[in-house]
């Protein structure tokens, strides 16, 4: 942790520096915003931080013999550097969503612009309700429109699907907002899903450079009011999940090559990849004879009226619910238990009786007449 100030290299955790007595201070140097020493990005806008040193003012009360005494408002402190460190390039895939407000010049020009202020307000704070809530980031505000990216700074395993249901989200959400005219609003929206360079552009140190940016405003040019368009690169990553139409092949300005494109019509039931999977038939399960073994005879001592509860853990990817499956399906061609199955979604960490509730939702037999 090395000191702006005097270039100390300070150990780890500490809040001054050892050497001249500067404060150690988590500064974002987009916001000025004073992050916990942990924090790696900034939580009010997101920035990369980097450790900077804060002058605080030093208390004596004696003066040096042979130093000049400072006179207030004639000579004043030296200000902080604000030369702001570069933010490394990094090489990933984003999806990208662009999303613009349908007919926003007639709505401003038929609106007091304090209605059209409130009106454009509760857009915005639905949206991005929303898109915080499938872990998306807010990129701009361009006008009426917004550009959001899934993947970075912040990348999941799903980031394709988070946006599909995002913009399917905000879709319905814009439809109940107050237009002050009886009328209700509608977005275009458009996906997709590519290679980009993230890092710092210019004044933007959380932006993009690449063809993703520009595919998606023009698949949002392409949908009609109301609609959600997305690539078939996107399309693909979320496969399993949606129903889509195929709007064919579309040359898109600036674009070399035609790009097939889809319109999103409504999310399925499929909570989980391999529920898609098995409608298309799973592979046969290879590896894991031991762990399944030792699954089947905890069953059998359950149908011996045994309870058993097992914790099965593990790094991602390695087959945990595919381990699941094959109990499950082995369980049902044994016997006539009744399988009860309680998931818990990434899209609902708020929620602590979520998994409760989807059951219930999933199962109208619970469900008040």
Known sequence: MQCANCGF???AGMKFCTECGTRL?????????????????????????????VASPQVTDQVAPDRDVSIPGEVGLQPASTERRS?????????????????????????????????LGAYQAACRQIIERFDGHIAKYLGDGLLVFFGYPIAHEDDAPR????????????????????????????VHTGLVVAGEVGNDALDIVGTTPHIAARLQALAQP???????????????FFTTVSLGPRTLRGVSEPISVYRIVE??????????????????????EQEAGLLLERWEQV????????????EAGIGKSRLIQALTERAAQTSTATLIEYR?????????????????LAHPEFQAG
């Open 9 to 11: 290299a300070n150990q």
């Open 226 to 240: 109301g609609s959600l368009v997305a690539s078939a690169d996107t399309c693909q990553l979320a496969s399993g």
């Open 344 to 360: 818990c979604s990434p899209y609902y960490q708020s929620s602590a009786l979520y998994p409760l509730i989807d059951f219930l």
């Open 25 to 53: 201070a988590n500064l974002c140097a987009r916001c000025n915003f004073e992050n916990p020493l942990p924090a790696k990005f900034c939580g009010e806008c997101g920035q990369a931080l980097t450790l900077q040193a």
């Open 87 to 119: 933010v490394a390039a990094d090489r990933r895939q984003v999806t990208v969503m662009f999303c613009d407000l349908v007919g926003s010049t007639l709505l401003s020009e038929r609106l007091d612009p304090e209605e059209w202020r409130e009106v």
């Open 267 to 288: 999310k399925r039931e499929a909570r989980h990849p391999l529920d898609s999977a098995a409608r298309t038939g799973l592979t046969p399960l290879t590896g894991r």
């Open 303 to 314: 149908q011996e009226r045994s309870g058993q509860v097992i914790l099965l853990s593990g």
């Open 163 to 190: 946006s599909l249901h995002t913009g399917l989200g905000i879709l319905q959400a814009v439809q109940q907002l107050d237009t002050r005219l009886g009328q209700p609003l509608q977005v275009r929206i458009g």
